[in-house]
């Protein structure tokens, strides 16, 4: 359903969504490095410290992936958050955002706890983050886009609901040049 670059491993980690699992790929290579068989329904991912991190979107929950040794050693739900959806990660203060259901959750990537969370928009999919200006923004194909700062490492809040296209939901960021973008069939 989706990939993530571990730039520590050089490897492209693709979130198999029918296939329950995530693969480890040797980007200078090709080489599959792993195949690791997950707890669900995989839907997207992110990296951060040595763990992978897959948003479980059957069990409201996300799956914690040992990079070094290819192996889920722990499940965190997600909750408040439902069938998690997007995901984005900030790498500096090691919070994973998860857009799921009616809510967006702040993660500790260490523990999995989740230390803050706001409400979004309606059928959310995409999750993106712009690490310098502090704020997250989850795409809904209801036409919004629920954007919220990440003030410090414990707060969130919601700073704006932006109109976009309806069905809009996938997101990405520019971080060098802040533009957000999302794509909808016209």
Known sequence: DAISYDPARKEIWSWNHTGHSATAIDAATGK???????????????????????????????????TAKY???????????????????????????????????????????VVAHVPICTGTDGTAYDPSAKLVFVSCSDGKMTIARAASPDTLSVVQTLETARGARTVAVDPATHRVYVAAVS
């Open 71 to 113: 192996e889920v050693v722990a499940h965190w739900p997600v909750a408040p958050a439902e069938s998690p959806t997007g995901m984005a990660v900030d790498t500096t203060r090691h919070r994973i955002f998860v857009g799921g259901g009616p809510n967006l959750v702040m993660m500790d990537s260490a523990s999995g706890k």
């Open 32 to 66: 599959v490095n792993a195949t690791v068989p997950l707890s669900g329904v995989a839907e997207t991912g992110g990296i951060d410290g040595g763990r992978a991190f897959v948003n479980i979107e059957d069990k409201d929950a996300m799956d914690v992936i040992d």
